[in-house]
Nanobody, 118 residues
């Protein structure tokens, strides 16, 4: 019911910035929380940032003060502005949409690679 497409990943040097986008389509009004997760090599998938339909945000400690999640409901898109990037930010970043409590389902994009070189 919900399709997610990420974009904006790429290669950047340490200290640089990158902006990820995730466009949602389908039953977009059933979405409550949207979030960015990441999976680094050898690591489990971890939550990076999340925003719910009321605008409440959450950030992982590792990215606080550097990353900002935003939600543009008119464009059905969320963004992740990443500043002061570090090599440890290197990972595949995934967009997630959680429909609870408005409906069933937990949807994922295919991921976009972010590589930060030192």
């Amino acid at each position: 019911q919900v399709q997610l497409v990420e974009s904006g990943g790429g290669l950047v040097q340490a200290g640089g910035s990158l902006r990820l986008s995730c466009a949602a389509s389908g039953s977009i009004f059933s979405i409550n929380t949207m979030a960015w997760y990441r999976r680094a090599p050898g690591n489990e998938r971890e939550l990076v940032a999340a925003v719910n339909s009321g605008g409440t945000t959450h950030y992982a400690d590792a990215v606080k003060g550097r990353f900002t999640i935003s939600r543009d409901n008119a464009k059905n898109t969320i963004y992740l502005q990443m500043n002061s990037l570090k090599p440890e930010d290197t990972a595949v970043y995934y967009c997630n949409a959680d429909c609870h409590p408005y409906g069933p389902g937990d949807y994922w994009g295919q991921g976009t690679q972010v590589t930060v070189s030192s």
